[in-house]
């Protein structure tokens, strides 16, 4: 499945010819999003409107964009300005059977929640609620925290929620790949969706009012309580169950690493037996697949910490719909 996934992928972005054979499909597609669309914002569909602002990051294709250092960055930045925001996603990851609502805590697994949630909580400590149904995760989360805005995690075309301002990442070098929608293409929504939106950032980009740079923080041990120093540039595994895995392989090149690529499906369940073969030079994976094995770690493995870099104006932009108490 993995491969076939990948294969897929590849297609979409290289413009394979055989794709046209996917048109069809693709057509009824936006169909179904277009009549999904009109239910809940001009049909008889009523979103539910929270008692406080929230806002929407999400994206247009599927796979990773980079969304989740840009959710922190915001909810850090929001902080920064002495607000109080809550953060509610859908829990991609979690395990079959999980009950929802779920708030995340320090005690969660990603079993539980997911990892991105999982992830933006310990980066945070800012409130986090996991739910499906997006209003009933807000309205989890607004019985049990104080907060002035929420931060929705992804959810761009979930539409049962009223939003106040949409945030679109995308990948400045991909784009909109082929710009069909699935199953020709990799797209949610046809690109018009972009002219509705509040924001679209570009991940790899330099424009100041767009373009969102990831920074590299330094190497964190995955094993707590571990007080040796990093790896020397050397060789090392470099696991990764992310989105789009060789920007993070670059990220370790660039630093002198010689890596050893071992990658896994994106919200990959990690367990002890995916890292114990692997012990014969130093490991170093993605931060959001070190939430899901610092149970089973081990000394000599680490992660990668990186941060999102975000325009100026869009921190003020979303404080700015703060409701004047």
């Known amino acids: 499945?993995?491969?076939?996934?990948?294969?897929?992928?590849r297609a979409w972005y290289a413009g394979a010819p055989w794709l046209w054979l996917l048109r069809p499909l693709e057509l009824l597609f936006r169909a179904v999003a277009a009549a999904r669309r009109w239910y809940w914002q001009g049909g008889p569909g009523r979103p539910w409107r929270a008692?406080?602002?929230?806002v929407v990051v999400g994206n247009l294709s599927v796979g990773g964009t980079g969304k989740t250092p840009v959710v922190i960055a915001l909810v850090e930045a929001l902080q920064a300005r002495g607000l109080r925001p809550g953060v509610v996603s859908r829990g991609y990851g979690a395990a079959a059977g999980a009950r929802f609502p779920h708030r995340v805590g320090a005690e969660s697994l990603s079993a539980e929640c997911g990892d991105e949630p999982l992830l933006i909580h310990h980066r945070t400590g800012a409130p986090c609620v996991v739910d499906p149904d997006r209003p009933a995760a807000v309205r989890a989360l607004?019985?049990?925290?104080?907060?002035?805005?929420v931060i929705c995690d992804d959810g761009l075309q979930h539409y049962a929620l009223h939003r106040d301002l949409e945030i679109v990442v995308m990948d400045a070098v991909r784009g909109l790949g082929n710009g069909w929608c699935l199953p020709a293409g990799p797209l949610r929504e046809p690109p018009s969706r972009l002219r509705s939106v509040?924001?679209?950032?570009?991940?790899g980009g330099d424009g100041a009012a767009?373009?969102?740079?990831?920074?590299?923080?330094?190497?964190?041990?995955?094993c707590p309580g571990e007080t040796g120093q990093p790896p020397e540039p050397q060789a090392?595994?470099?696991?990764?169950?992310?989105?789009q895995p060789e920007q993070f392989f670059d990220s370790l090149r660039a630093r002198g690493y010689r890596v050893?690529?071992?990658?896994?499906?994106?919200?990959?369940?990690?367990?002890?037996?995916d890292l114990a073969p692997l012990d014969d030079a130093p490991l170093i994976m993605t931060e959001k697949d070190a939430v899901k094995?610092?149970?089973?770690?081990?000394?000599?493995?680490?992660?990668?910490?990186?941060?999102?870099?975000?325009p100026a104006a869009l921190p003020d932009a979303v404080a700015a719909l703060r409701v004047a108490p």
């Open 1 to 9: 499945m993995a491969g076939l996934e990948s294969g897929l992928t």
């Open 51 to 54: 008692p406080v602002p929230v």
């Open 142 to 149: 607004l019985a049990d925290a104080a907060v002035d805005l």
């Open 198 to 203: 509040s924001w679209v950032l570009y991940r």
């Open 210 to 222: 767009d373009g969102v740079r990831y920074v590299v923080d330094g190497l964190y041990p995955l």
């Open 236 to 243: 090392v595994y470099a696991v990764a169950g992310i989105g």
């Open 260 to 273: 050893r690529p071992v990658v896994f499906p994106d919200h990959h369940p990690f367990s002890a037996s």
């Open 293 to 310: 094995c610092r149970a089973f770690a081990t000394p000599g493995q680490w992660y990668l910490r990186i941060s999102a870099t975000l």
